[in-house]
């Protein structure tokens, strides 16, 4: 109630009065007044109701202070005597208030001060119950329950003994993970290891009170630093032997051990490592058994590049193809861990709750950006140890089999760099290129030279062949022929093949077996031509010199050479199979080897091309030289050569040709230019005797085998196409046009020279001299010259039998001799016509009749049709019965004859029947013709 917080005024009230006393304050008033208030209720509910409500609101207040805090600074006796006065009767109130409201409650505080004697008796009875429960509790504690509280004791100890056994369990096993992570690591299960290894950290945490397992924890560490040895050992296994599952599980325990990233770092270092350790260790070994000298220090002590200058040329190749090989096995691996990344990313993205894992998807951004990096890092590396292995060694000294190995070899691994990463390695590319094209300058001077020894002392007799022999079948065009065989779809399939996907599980492209070996797999069907000729035919009729190489030194060559060669199977057309030559097969050889050149080194392939060019071109000057320059070459007929025939044999001469003074020096040599000394013929081939028909076969060999040399040249346009730069190619149309196609030119003064030879034409025009043409009668029987010419026709097809018998010849040689020698007998009947001082009708019908028994004859001897030239001697016969009138314009529309014939024409002919004056002007326009027709 909050009349009970008013319990401080009485003794505040006694103190008022003691001071009132001691004021002799009027008190009788004022008991009076209160008096008054306790007996009205009015005033008592008025005083109650002005009382300060703090009294009645805060229970831990203090009334003397705050009564005294209330006062002025200023204090007056008057108004502490008021607040006296008020202050009582508040008292007063409040205590009236107080016994009204204890009278009215009075039966309840009986009850319940009853209650509370009947708590306070119960309680006493309680009391006394415990003190006789304790009692005979401690009488059954002494007397009942002692063993089983032991028994509980004792159950207690032995549950903390079972935590002490599973504790004493967990150290044993603690020191047994040792050895089980040994077997794991044998094993190689390095995530198990890792996992094993991280749970007894935890494990050890918890029991880190005991000694013992702090000991164990700094063992496992260092067992965790073996793990990571063993891991890093694995990983760097993985750059020379790659296996997947192994590899995944190097990764899954890197991963286990948060340094994924680490692991990338430490697989280029072992990559870097690797791609030195092997190329020092392949060449250390070919080094030493190099090495001539035991007194001098041991080789692996030598740096690299030094150890590289050590190699002989002898095991030059094969170590460039080992250390090709270990260097490819290396960028190999890398290729295998690029592409086992890319299927794990595969993975992650097919994973929703992988690829929201930022941490996962960091490593793996920092690892695809190392492994990009590293394709272009390890490709720089095994340049570093390829270049100056290559610059180590002088290559001028190889043999071109040899130095074609190392550049296949090269550009093989170039290619393979630039599929790794994209680099054209030009740097690479430059250090060959001069190296080969100084290579190069010395072996094509070398063959020329070579080639030149070959023809001067060539002996021109035919080297049997199959009749189905083409260039391709020599073994220098094996990488050719390979690919003429194959579909468009098939080569571009081909070019599209990477080296990875090829060998990707096994193989090498560096092995010791040369590429183009296996690229003779399409001639083993029958679609190959060279493939058919082979099942058709026995390899036994195939001479040794077509399964060899040729000879390019020394004069084995000239030790080979038969007295006469194997003819050839042939028929009514002539030879059968092409005609060529022991040089001949040399020079395309040699025309493989530089076309080989070619396609292994793309940046000197014109400069190779120009050297091809010499060879045919100089091969070409000396045909002509051996059986054309013995020829008087006319400004025109059979016998002249073609303006493009005079200009290409014009600029070989001048572009090759070494000419010298009569003390040998030269006039016109350059040190960068290649310069022949014209070829001289052997003196062991006659060309003027009648007997061998002027070395008509060793001609027909001569010049056959260069016409079948432009034929094969000519189905090499299209790879020589592919093989030089675009850009060039100008120079090889120009090349085909201005000298391969003009080669069957050189057939016509060759072939007529011989046939000019023959035929004795003096003694035909000094027979014919004899006879007279101004006779009255009409013979009926022909002259006795035509008999003559005839029976050395007759003699000259029999001549020509006897060699064609021996080593047949193609109809069109046969043809052109015909052709040049009715030729010659058609000018030597117009000679012998013009040669008449008088000529009647009568005599002009015997020279009609003459050649009409001529043609006949030579019809029935010869088989070319139409004879040729018939219609020079019919003019010319015909043109005896002109007038005046018709003469004029047929001298000047017949030009093909000479002086003397058109000034007998007109002095026999047309002249018997005009005067002086018209034949001397018909004579002068014959003398202005020749004087037109004379070179200013």
Not at 81 to 109: F, G, I, M, P
Not at 485 to 501: E, G, K, Q, Y
Not at 870 to 879: L, P, Q
């Amino acid at each position: 109630m909050a009349l009970g917080r008013f319990k401080f005024l009485p003794t505040f009230l006694t103190k008022d009065r003691e001071e009132e006393a001691a004021t002799d304050l009027p008190s009788n008033v004022e008991s009076k007044e209160r008096d008054d208030v306790r007996e009205n209720p009015v005033e008592l509910e008025e005083v109650l109701s002005r009382m300060d409500q703090a009294y009645m609101t805060d229970e831990t207040m203090d009334a003397h202070l705050y009564v005294l805090q209330k006062q002025p600074e200023q204090l007056q006796s008057q108004m502490l005597l008021e607040q006296t006065v008020e202050l009582r009767q508040e008292l007063d109130a409040v205590s009236r208030k107080l016994a009204d409201l204890v009278l009215e409650n009075h039966t309840s505080y009986v009850q319940e001060l009853q209650r509370v004697t009947d708590i306070q008796n119960a309680l006493q009875s309680a009391t006394s119950i415990c003190i006789s429960g304790r009692r005979q509790l401690a009488q059954s504690k002494a007397d009942v329950t002692a063993g089983g509280l032991g028994l509980l004791a004792k159950h207690r100890k032995r549950l903390k003994i079972q935590q002490i056994m599973r504790t004493l369990r967990t150290i044993k096993t603690l020191q047994r993970t040792d050895t089980r992570t040994q077997e794991m690591l044998e094993e190689e299960d390095y995530p198990a290891a890792i996992q094993l290894c991280l749970a007894c950290q935890q494990v050890i945490k918890s029991y880190k009170k005991y000694h013992c397992v702090s000991e164990l924890g700094t063992k496992l560490q260092d067992t965790q630093v073996e793990i990571e040895e063993q891991l890093d050992k694995a990983l760097s296994q993985s750059c020379v032997t790659f296996d997947a599952h192994r590899y995944e599980r190097v990764q899954i325990a890197y991963r286990l051990l948060s340094k994924s990233q680490m692991a990338m770092d430490q697989l280029l270092m072992h990559y870097t490592q690797t791609i030195h350790n092997t190329s020092f260790k392949i060449v250390l070994q070919y080094a030493e058994r190099c090495r001539h000298d035991a007194t001098s220090g041991p080789l692996n002590r030598l740096p690299y590049k030094e150890m590289c200058t050590k190699m002989d040329n002898k095991y030059f190749v094969p170590c460039l193809v080992e250390l090709c090989k270990g260097l490819w096995e290396i960028m190999h691996c890398y290729h295998r861990t690029v592409k086992w990344h890319e299927r794990q990313d595969q993975v992650i993205e097919a994973d929703e709750s992988l690829r929201n894992d930022a941490e996962l998807q960091y490593n793996r951004s920092y690892v695809n950006k190392k492994l990009e990096h590293g394709k272009v890092k390890i490709w720089q590396d095994v340049k570093q140890r390829i270049k100056p292995y290559l610059l180590g060694t002088d290559l001028s000294s190889f043999q071109f089999d040899n130095f074609i190995a190392v550049l296949n070899v090269t550009n093989r691994l170039i290619k393979v760099g630039e599929e790794v990463c994209g680099d054209k390695s030009a740097d690479l590319q430059d250090s060959i290129r001069i190296q080969s094209s100084n290579y190069f300058k010395s072996y094509h001077r070398a063959r020329m030279d070579e080639l030149r020894m070959f023809l001067e002392n060539e002996m021109w007799e035919v080297w049997p062949v199959r009749s189905s022999f083409t260039i391709y079948s020599l073994k220098e065009f094996t990488f050719l022929r390979a690919s003429a065989h194959l579909s468009p779809t098939t080569r571009s399939r081909n070019l599209a093949d990477s080296f990875f996907s090829k060998f990707s599980q096994q193989g090498n492209p560096f092995e010791e077996a040369d590429e183009d070996e296996a690229a003779e797999e399409p001639l083993a069907g029958e679609s190959s031509p060279e493939a058919s000729c082979r099942v058709d035919e026995d390899d036994d009729d195939e001479p040794d010199e077509l399964k060899q190489d040729f000879v390019d030194e020394g004069d084995q060559r000239l030790a080979r050479t038969p007295k006469r060669s194997r003819p050839v199977v042939s028929n009514d057309r002539g030879l059968e199979g092409p005609i060529c030559t022991n040089t001949t097969l040399g020079v395309m050889r040699l025309f493989g080897k530089y076309m080989r050149m070619m396609d292994v080194l793309k940046p000197i392939a014109y400069d190779v091309m120009m050297c091809l060019s010499q060879l045919f071109d100089f091969y070409m000057f000396a045909v002509h030289a051996f059986f054309a320059s013995d020829v008087a070459i006319a400004e025109s007929g059979p016998l002249s050569l073609g303006s493009k025939m005079k200009t290409t044999l014009c600029r070989i001469e001048n572009n090759l040709i070494l000419h010298v003074d009569s003390a040998g020096v030269p006039l016109n040599s350059s040190p960068d230019e290649i310069r022949m000394l014209a070829p001289n013929l052997s003196p062991m081939i006659p060309l003027g005797e009648l007997s061998s028909l002027f070395g008509l076969t060793r001609r027909m060999t001569a010049v056959e085998s260069l016409c079948f040399l432009a034929s094969q040249f000519e189905s090499l346009q299209q790879h020589l196409d592919v093989l030089i730069p675009q850009s060039k190619r100008a120079f090889l149309s120009q090349f085909y046009s201005q000298t391969i196609s003009i080669v069957p030119e050189l057939r016509q003064p060759v072939y007529c020279g011989v046939a000019d030879k023959l035929m004795d034409t003096g003694r035909i025009l000094q027979q014919m001299s004899s006879v007279k043409w101004d006779i009255k009668d009409i013979m009926s029987q022909h002259s006795h010259y035509v008999d003559y010419v005839l029976t050395e026709c007759q003699v000259v097809k029999r001549r020509l039998d006897e060699w064609n018998s021996i080593t047949p010849m193609p109809v069109i040689v046969l043809n052109i001799i015909w052709q040049y020698t009715i030729h010659t007998i058609n000018h030597t009947f117009v000679e012998g016509f013009a040669s008449a001082k008088k000529c009647s009708n009568e005599g002009r019908a015997l020279m009609q009749l003459d050649f009409q028994q001529f043609i006949l004859q030579i019809e029935k001897l010869v088989a070319i049709r139409p004879i040729p030239e018939r219609e020079f001697v019919d003019t010319y016969i015909k043109a005896f019965y002109m007038s005046e009138a018709d003469i004029e314009p047929w001298l000047r529309d017949h030009r093909m004859y000479s002086t003397k014939q058109l000034t007998s024409l007109v002095q026999c002919g047309v002249g018997a029947h005009i005067n002086r004056k018209a034949k001397n002007r018909l004579i002068n326009l014959v003398e202005e013709m020749e004087k037109a027709r004379r070179p200013t």
